[in-house]
């Protein structure tokens, strides 16, 4: 994970006064590496990566962390800065009706959004909310609106055929001001790709409507290209906020870096599911653990003085979600093993590993322990990493040196393979979400 990586690069700069540039700069790579990972845009990763910069060279290294932890802490906390640390509520305390446009890329999660922040201000604010779909492109758009407003129990406009989105708008006002609602939510029509249409239709729904609030929804999934999206809806209408979806998928919430980053508007809800109650106010600090691969780094620096093995825990659960454990991670687990039920403990609460758990039952007694840690401590380092590399040869010099047999080495080599197997599942299923679930 990111603060070993960076705990190799400070590791020498132990003892000494304050972070200096040129470790910094070193441990940006890093920073750097793990941002692109998590898709997130490469101009907000430079732009990024040159504030945390700023902010650390000088800083004087904390006692009771590693100068390493304590870069991850600044990069966190930056992270967590940028993605919005202010409250983030909806606009709507206005003369009614307070007007919602939701605008965004076809598929993006509109509709469904709509009709979950109907839900929230019926129940939470006990609102009165009329929802009209102004999607006159799809086929059965306005019904699958009129579908989810009857599964929420919210008013929605009456179809009229053939009629265009800014008339649909202009009625939905209408409507709203003859019958008092609170609120009117616009689900405007998306495109698969930016197109000038498109933006032309929202423009002209966004000045007969005049919205209160007007949330660009996105995909969380969205990689790279969340930036041209942010920057071509930013372009032609004034956002006030942004919704990510699917935050529920393995994306890793670099889009979320990119958007904020881009537009400068708040992020004011994630999407986690399909179903209309599947909706949460964002949380920054939730999502840049996210970004950088793990559940809570502010609380690794915060728990500095807690036991090895916790972070070992952890270092695992990172590994493992990117699908990487090699035969020094395995080695770890088999010295742990015995005080914590290691592996073993583990593979049990892990879906998908029950193979790997059979291949070590039975066989864990304390002589074969020592067997497993001798013969890999008689591996070079590089066969510790990449234990591919071991043939014939090599294992026959391995069982020599660490006074076992092939067979034995074998059987080490079978039960590592069964799992990373199981670890590159893990990584299919949902891999870090899953993990954070049973770490966090
Ligand atoms: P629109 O074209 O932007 O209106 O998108 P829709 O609202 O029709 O959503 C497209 C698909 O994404 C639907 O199948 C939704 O159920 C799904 N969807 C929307 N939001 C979420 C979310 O937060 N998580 C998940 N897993 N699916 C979502
Ligand atoms: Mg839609």
Redo the contacts with the bound molecule.
């Keep these: 994970k990111l603060s070993d990586r960076l705990g190799g690069v400070f590791d020498r700069l132990r003892g000494r006064g304050a972070l200096n540039e040129q470790d910094v700069r070193e441990a940006m790579r890093e920073v750097r590496v793990a941002l692109l990972e998590a898709d997130v845009a490469l101009p907000v990763v430079r732009d990024f990566v040159e504030k945390v910069t700023e902010k650390s060279v000088g800083q004087s290294v904390l006692k009771s962390v590693t100068p390493g932890q304590q870069v991850v802490k600044i990069v966190n906390d930056q992270l967590t800065e940028m993605l919005g640390s202010e409250a983030s509520e909806l606009n709507i305390a206005v003369a009614p009706p307070a007007v919602i446009m939701m605008v965004?890329?076809?598929?993006?999660?509109?509709?469904?959004?709509?009709a979950k922040i109907a839900k929230l201000l019926k129940g939470k604010q006990n609102k009165k909310v009329l929802m009209a779909s102004l999607?006159v492109n799809?086929p059965a758009?306005q019904e699958?609106l009129a579908t989810l407003g009857k599964q929420v129990e919210v008013t929605t406009l009456p179809i009229i055929e053939g009629q265009q989105p800014v008339e649909i708008a202009k009625r939905a006002l209408q409507a709203a001001k003859l019958q008092s609602f609170d609120v009117v939510m616009l689900?405007t029509a998306?495109r698969l790709h930016v197109d000038q249409q498109l933006m032309d239709e929202m423009r002209a729904v966004a000045k007969v409507s005049t919205p209160h609030e007007v949330l660009l929804?996105v995909d969380s999934l969205t990689g790279q290209d969340a930036v041209n999206v942010a920057k071509n809806f930013g372009e032609q209408v004034d956002l006030t906020g942004i919704v990510l979806?699917?935050?529920?998928?393995d994306a890793r919430g670099g889009a979320a870096l990119s958007m904020r980053a881009v537009t400068g508007k708040p992020i004011k809800f994630?999407?986690?599911?399909?179903k209309l109650d599947?909706?949460e106010p964002f949380h920054p600090e939730r999502v840049a653990g996210r970004i950088l691969g793990m559940g809570d780094v502010v609380g690794l620096v915060e728990r500095a003085s807690e036991m090895v093995q916790k972070d070992e825990a952890e270092a695992l659960a990172a590994k493992m979600a990117k699908g990487q454990f090699d035969m020094n991670d395995l080695r770890t687990q088999l010295r742990q093993m015995t005080q914590m039920g290691g592996l073993g403990a583990l593979a049990g609460m892990m879906p998908g590993m029950k193979k790997a758990k059979a291949a070590m039952a039975g066989q864990m007694d304390d002589k074969v322990l020592v067997r497993m840690d001798a013969i890999i401590g008689s591996m070079t380092p590089k066969e510790r990493s990449k234990p591919e590399l071991l043939n014939a040869k090599r294992k026959i010099r391995i069982a020599k040196g660490s006074g076992t047999t092939v067979q034995d080495v074998n059987k080490l080599i079978k039960m590592h393979q069964e799992m990373s197997r199981a670890m590159k599942r893990i990584k299919k299923m949902g891999g870090l979400k899953g993990l954070a679930a049973m770490f966090g």
């Design positions: 965004g890329l076809q598929g993006s999660g509109k509709t469904t959004t709509t999607d799809r758009a699958q689900d998306g929804v979806t699917r935050m529920d998928g994630a999407g986690v599911g399909e599947q909706i």
